[in-house]
Antibody
Framework: QVQLVESGGGVVQPGKSLRLSCATS????????FHWVRQAPGKGLEWVAL????????YYADSVKGRFAISRDSSRNTVYLQMSSLRADDTGLYYC??????????????WGQGTLVTVSS | QSALTQPASVTGSPGQSITISCTGT?????????VSWHQQHPGKAPKVIIY???YRPSGVPSRFSGSKSGNTASLTISGLQAEDEADYYC??????????FGTGTRVTVL
């Protein structure tokens, strides 16, 4: 079955960096686009970034553009989110999600369980 | 990109039907048939229940249905059940090829 397992979350100081990983299994990794979505404590869902099936195209929310970078490694069936210049308002649960399509057009069809990022001094 | 607008809360009794609206613009909801709905129970990860406006993934009960008119999408739950008590979020593709979520709706079953 489809599995998305996030890792890499933790407590980090403002201005520092962190890399999240999303290990996938149960499907052909190279046939799907992926998203990262976050949820601040007690708040709603916020879309963060997406990447096409081949890694050639990436899009970001304005709130993270220039600070976050999404990537993928087909040899490891893993999606990454490199986060830098972290701020307190980046705190939240970060979900990895698979899109139904290669170019991430149709929408999310599977979600991971999330990894918690806390930005605090 | 501003969040899509949803009512903060909707309440219904078991067996009743409720509808949640999701209002955007012609640059997102109105411009594409790529609206999805996601259910989130407390402390759990979201789960997609409707994709591409009106399609249900395998395993999602038929009491969940979706539709769209202009810039507003809607999720209807017919025959409300206790286990439907959760938060619901709509999501849409945008003209910038990004994604946007709705503000979220808390459904309470009396």
């Amino acid at each position: 079955q489809v599995q998305l397992v996030e890792s890499g979350g933790g407590v980090v100081q403002p201005g520092k960096s962190l890399r999240l990983s999303c290990a996938t299994s149960g499907f052909t990794f190279s046939s799907y686009g992926f998203h990262w979505v976050r949820q601040a404590p007690g708040k709603g869902l916020e879309w963060v970034a997406l990447i096409w099936y081949d890694g050639s195209i990436k899009y970001y929310a304005d709130s993270v553009k220039g600070r976050f970078a999404i990537s993928r490694d087909s040899s490891r069936n893993t999606v990454y989110l490199q986060m830098s210049s972290l701020r307190a308002d980046d705190t939240g649960l970060y979900y990895c999600a698979r899109d139904q399509e290669t170019i991430a057009t149709s929408g999310i069809d599977n979600w991971g369980q999330g990894t918690l990022v806390t930005v605090s001094s | 990109q501003s969040a899509l607008t949803q009512p903060a809360s909707v309440t219904g009794s078991p067996g009743q039907s409720i509808t949640i609206s999701c209002t955007g613009t012609s640059s997102d909801v109105g411009g594409y048939n790529y609206v999805s709905w996601h259910q989130q129970h407390p402390g759990k990860a979201p789960k997609v229940i409707i994709y591409e406006v009106s399609y249900r993934p395998s395993g999602v009960p038929s009491r969940f249905s979706g539709s769209k008119s202009g810039n507003t999408a809607s999720l209807t739950i017919s025959g409300l059940q206790a286990e439907d008590e959760a938060d619901y979020y709509c999501s849409s593709r945008t003209s910038a090829n990004t994604r946007v979520f709705g503000t979220g709706t808390r459904v309470t079953v009396l």
